[in-house]
């Protein structure tokens, strides 16, 4: 059995992860000029999935090392590590 709230936050963290893979690919076509269309469709798609996000409450924030969280801001975020 698996808890709504884990399944919802498993698909928050897939979306983030397509977002960055997605950036990722923006980076390395914006200087080819033979993909300007593909940048520009990456960039409308990486906004979709930021807007649903949005719906939902998901909004990104930095913290800096070492910041404590009280147990009240626990409760309300989840924090996930940057890869790299």
């Known amino acids: ?14 979306l983030i992860t397509q977002i960055e893979y997605f ?3 923006h980076i390395g ?25 949005h719906s939902q409450g998901v909004e990104p924030f930095e913290i800096d090392v070492g910041t404590m969280l009280t147990l009240k801001h626990r409760r309300k975020v989840q924090i996930i590590g940057k890869k790299g």
Do not use: D
């Not at 914006?30 to 649903?52: C, P, S």
């Open 23 to 25: 950036e990722s690919l």
């Open 29 to 53: 076509y914006r200087k080819n000029r033979k993909l300007k269309n593909a940048v520009k469709e990456l960039e409308g798609f990486r906004k979709r999935l930021e807007k649903i996000l």
């Open 1 to 14: 059995m698996v808890i709504v709230k884990e399944r919802e936050q498993a698909i928050y963290e897939e």
